[in-house]
C-alpha cells in the first residue's frame, strides 16, 4: 500500500463526508439566517423561535436527502471494499 492509495482513500472519505453534510448544513444556514432575518426585522429575540424552526427543517432535509445519503454512502464503503485485494497486494 504506497502513499497515492492513502492519500486517494482519504481524498475519497472527505469528499464523501462533505457531500453527505451539505444537505444538512446548508439546510440549517438558510432556515437559521431566515430566522435571524425576522428576529432583527421585528426585533423579537426569542431563543426558540431560531432553534425550533431550524431543527425541524434539518429533520425534514434528513427525511427528504435520507435515502440518497445512505445509498452514497453504501457505495462508498462497497468501493472501499472492493479495493482492499488491491491494497493488500492481491491484485
Do not use: Y
Not at 60 to 77: D, K, Y
Amino acid at each position: 500500500m504506497d502513499g497515492n492509495a492513502v492519500l486517494d482513500i482519504g481524498l475519497q472519505a472527505i469528499i464523501i463526508s462533505a457531500k453527505l453534510a451539505a444537505p444538512i448544513l446548508i439546510t440549517a444556514l438558510v432556515v437559521g439566517f431566515t430566522i435571524s432575518l425576522f428576529q432583527s426585522i421585528t426585533q423579537i429575540q426569542e431563543v426558540t423561535l431560531s432553534f425550533v424552526p431550524k431543527a425541524i427543517a434539518v429533520c425534514v432535509a434528513l427525511i427528504v436527502c435520507g435515502h440518497w445519503m445512505i445509498s452514497e454512502l453504501v457505495s462508498f464503503t462497497n468501493a472501499m471494499f472492493d479495493k482492499i485485494p488491491g491494497l493488500i497486494g492481491g491484485g
